[in-house]
């Protein structure tokens, strides 16, 4: 039920930040689990965040711990992705996505709505 797009993608040289955005509609953006994934040319979708309900549980992939940070605001329905020391490696396609199934889950088939993508290409 709940529709979500994202914003914030663009090029940056290695060692910069981007701030990602999610913005949440059609639903109640308070009951829904939220979490980014994201995907590489030529490589699966792999999880990169996820954070509660209430947004006073998170969790992060080992390669982004200490770099990334998500987060959100129930009172504007947007759930944030802050990544700062960007690498190539960082380069993809970050999908948001919705799970009213769990409270927290780095597992892909647990979410049950998914944004369109916004594309983030980092120069070396």
């Known amino acids: 039920q709940v529709h979500l797009v994202e914003s914030g993608g663009g090029l940056v040289q290695a060692g910069d930040s981007l701030r990602l955005s999610c913005a949440a509609s059609g639903g109640t953006f308070s009951r829904y689990a939220m979490g980014w994934f994201r995907q590489a040319p030529g490589k699966e979708r792999e999880f990169v965040a996820a954070i509660s309900w209430s947004g006073g549980s998170t969790y992060y992939a080992d390669s982004m711990k200490g770099r990334f940070a998500i987060s959100r605001d129930n009172a504007k329905n947007t759930v944030y992705l802050q990544m700062n020391s960007l690498e190539p490696e960082d380069t993809a396609v970050y999908y948001c996505?919705?799970?009213?199934?769990?409270?927290?889950?780095?597992?892909?088939?647990?979410?049950?709505?998914w944004g369109q993508g916004t594309q983030v290409t980092v120069s070396s």
């Open positions: 996505a919705a799970s009213y199934s769990v409270a927290l889950s780095h597992i892909e088939y647990e979410y049950d709505r």
